[in-house]
């Protein structure tokens, strides 16, 4: 602005002031020319204000439009997480397809990812876009997947999961076959095969890593544990010892090893140690057919050539044989009802012959005269005999013939006496012994009064004894006579 300009505005406004009155209550007063400079000045300051903000509109749409036009990629969020720029949204989802498309070759089964790809626009040069093969590994590296597996519920409670329901369905199938084999084993035939609990398989989504491979379900469905522990069997060891090593009884350790026979281990066999509680009851309806024996029946004839003390079998019975038809419930292999249908005879049982003495005993006290204690061979005498003295005579016969005492008498001695092996020793009165050696049973006890011939024990080979035979001796006040000097003549 110069300054004529300047000193033209000047004296405009000093009029405008000059014109200004007031009236006689003080009130300002304006002409008509002021009131035409004041309106135009109120109409040039609306113009200009609102001038100025529809320009200044005009500048944010400008703004904005600029903006959107730049927006030429896309930022890609997977789960949250930054994982590259894309030209376009397409490229991302097809590679998040084409990830879940190898999950299911690879797995071979249903996978459920856990996040989902998010975008923003953004504007980016060329350089700053994300290769594909880049993209993908950003994705794989930040996915968390899990499987749509198959539960097995047992009774309502989850035992675990496996890849697919015809897994879960064949283990079903494994579980009842094993008690089939073993009936099938046994010669019996399965009417009926049932699960006794109630069993479900679910379909769920499963962490990969808590799905059961089929061994590891098996496993434990039928021992309750997956679990292994397993015992190497040493040098002497029994079923008992180790058993009692790992604080199981012997039962546990059996039903633990039900492929093995406990009474037949070998050292560096494996013994399982897990004692299995199974989760599932496998109950099978059998038709046994087995052979049983049939007991026969004792007939007893009495007869006078024995003493009434004494009985032997004159004839020996024979069991016979019979087939038994039977319907037998079993849980897991363990019989729970049996009922027997019908029996059949195969051979009937022939009854057994017994003797029974009559014949009074003889008093219970030496007689003077010695019998032989058994008709055995004499096959050693009394005297030196390779260097040594041999207090007695040896009479062979077969293990289990039966001694009598050579006289009556009470038995002072009946027991093991180290060279003699089993003895028994009678004391017959006026200072008289007989001594019976080798013995492998002894009938009498300490004490007991025997009557001359009465069975006191059988001939054995125990002690020092080189065959079945029984060493018998006669003493006098101790001191070991001839016996054949003394049977069958009078002592006292
Ligand atoms: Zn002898």
């Not at 200044?56 to 896309?74: F, G, H, I």
């Not at 020092?464 to 002592?491: D, W």
Request: a neutral charge; hydrophobic letters at 35%.
């Amino acid at each position: 602005m110069n300054n004529s300009a300047f000193s033209r505005v000047k004296a405009k406004v000093v009029r405008f002031i000059n014109e200004v009155t007031r009236d006689e209550n003080g009130k300002i007063k304006f002409n008509k020319r002021n009131k035409i400079i004041i309106a135009s000045v109120i109409v040039a300051v609306i113009v200009v204000v609102s001038g100025s903000l529809a320009l200044r509109n005009t500048q944010v749409m400008k703004n904005l439009e600029t903006q959107s036009l730049e927006a030429n990629a896309y930022k890609v969020y997977f789960g949250g997480v930054e994982v590259g720029i894309v030209r376009n949204s397409q490229e991302a989802t097809q590679v998040l397809q084409e990830i879940q498309k190898e999950l299911i070759e690879k797995n071979d089964m249903d996978i459920a990812i856990d996040q989902d790809l998010s975008f923003e626009s953004v504007n980016v040069d060329e350089e700053a876009l994300t290769l594909t093969e880049k993209l993908k590994k950003n994705i794989k590296n930040n996915m968390t997947y899990e499987i749509y597996a198959s539960a097995l519920y047992i009774d309502g409670k989850r035992i675990g999961a496996m890849e697919s329901e015809e897994q879960a369905e064949k283990l079903l199938e494994e579980v009842k076959e094993t008690y089939v084999g073993r009936a099938r084993e046994e010669g019996s035939e399965i009417e009926e095969i049932l699960i006794v609990e109630n069993v479900e398989i679910k379909r769920e989504k499963t962490p990969i890593s808590s799905v059961y491979d089929y061994q590891e379900m098996l496993d434990l469905v039928q021992k309750g544990t997956t679990e292994k522990r397993v015992h190497k069997v040493a040098r002497g060891e029994s079923y008992w010892g180790i058993a009692n090593k790992y604080d199981l009884s012997v039962d546990d350790l059996v039903s633990a090893n039900p492929d093995k026979d406990s009474t037949l281990i070998h050292p560096g066999d494996e013994l399982n140690l897990i004692v299995p509680k199974p989760y599932l009851t496998v109950e099978t309806y059998e038709n046994q057919i087995f052979r049983d024996k049939i007991d026969f029946n004792k007939e007893v004839k009495y007869t006078s050539s024995l003493y009434s003390d004494q009985k032997t079998v004159q004839k020996a019975g024979v069991y016979g044989e019979k087939e038994v038809f039977a319907k037998v419930i079993r849980h897991n292999g363990v019989e729970v009802e049996k009922e027997v249908m019908k029996e059949v005879v195969i051979s009937d049982p022939k009854v057994q012959v017994e003797l029974q003495g009559t014949k009074a005993l003889p008093p219970k006290k030496g007689t003077g005269i010695f019998m032989r204690p058994t008709r055995g061979t004499l096959t050693s005498r009394f005297g030196a005999r390779w260097g040594r003295m041999h207090y007695g005579v040896d009479l062979a016969s077969r293990i289990g013939t039966p001694i009598k005492a050579a006289d009556g008498g009470v038995v002072t001695f009946a027991g093991w006496k180290g060279t003699y092996g089993y003895m028994v020793e009678i004391d017959h009165g006026a200072g008289f012994t007989t001594r019976y050696g080798h013995c492998s049973k002894i009938y009498v006890k300490v004490g007991e009064k025997v009557y001359k011939d009465k069975t006191i024990a059988a001939v054995g080979n125990t002690g020092r004894s080189t065959g079945p035979h029984v060493h018998f001796e006669v003493r006098k006040h101790g001191v070991p006579q001839n016996p054949l000097n003394y049977i069958g003549k009078q002592y006292r």
